[in-house]
């Protein structure tokens, strides 16, 4: 079973937390559930040069609450907070309520499933070898502390006539468990030869406590960087 669903939505409410919170009414969660779309949409193509891993959207009351996980967050905020603001305001001109625009910096981008896709792929379009490419990833999470990598790629690899898929593994990567904290990504390479997929599993260890612990760690997390901000 492990194998056959996705390892993010079969872990909603055990280790893994929603992308989007919000409670909306029958007649208007159709609508609701299109505007997060459009706006995640939107913000992963406008901030492609930024390696952002997620985005996250609350709605409190009548506002939305917009967190942005990257791994560059200077180029997302930009020169004197001039980036984020136009930003904030195209994100309230297209969801129809005031934002608040956070960001959440990706210390180990190594160790984030959707960047290491995002990296892979901009190496293929460079014409690295899909299998140095695989190899380097996989070595960079192992060096910085994953417990288990998994990259698989599938396509017309290396040019070659007949699309084929190839996957490189370390470590374990356990996906019948369901407390393992596994990080699950795809991303596409657009070669002159075609698209090549790429799928990257990170297993980050075995999560006791349940979604609490994860929503705990979480909330630490945030102060922490809150702290660091403000210069405590």
């Given amino acids: 079973m492990g194998q056959k669903v996705h390892p993010t939505g079969i872990r909603l409410g055990i280790v893994k ?10 007649s208007k969660y159709g609508e609701t559930l299109l505007s997060d779309l459009k706006a995640r949409a939107f913000l992963l193509e406008k901030l492609k040069a930024a390696q952002v891993s997620g ?39 297209m969801m129809g309520v005031p934002v608040q625009i956070n960001i959440e910096e990706v210390r180990k981008p190594e160790l984030d499933a959707a960047l290491v896709a995002q990296n892979i792929a901009g190496q293929l379009e460079r ?25 698989q790629v599938g396509g017309r690899l290396g ?19 369901l407390r393992a904290d596994i990080d699950y990504s795809t991303a596409e390479a657009a070669t002159t030869y075609g698209i090549i997929g790429i799928k990257v599993w990170v297993f980050k260890g075995e999560v006791l406590g349940g979604i609490q612990a994860v929503r705990d760690q979480a909330a630490a997390a945030q102060r922490r960087d809150a702290a660091k901000k403000n210069g405590r």
Avoid: C
Avoid at 127 to 151: D, P, S, T, W, Y
């Fill in 159 to 177: 040019g070659a006539e007949i699309a084929r898929t190839e996957w490189y593994r370390e470590g374990r990567v356990p996906l019948h468990t």
């Fill in 17 to 26: 937390d929603h992308q989007s919170v919000w409670y909306a009414d029958k």
């Fill in 55 to 93: 985005v996250r959207i609350e709605r409190p009351a009548a506002n939305a609450k917009v967190t942005i996980a990257t791994a560059r967050p200077g180029i997302v905020i930009g020169k004197k907070g001039e980036d984020i603001e136009v930003l904030r305001k195209e994100l309230a001109k």
């Fill in 127 to 151: 014409r690295v070898m899909f299998r140095r490419a695989m190899k380097r990833a996989v070595q960079n999470a192992m060096r910085l502390g994953a417990e288990g990598i998994r990259v």
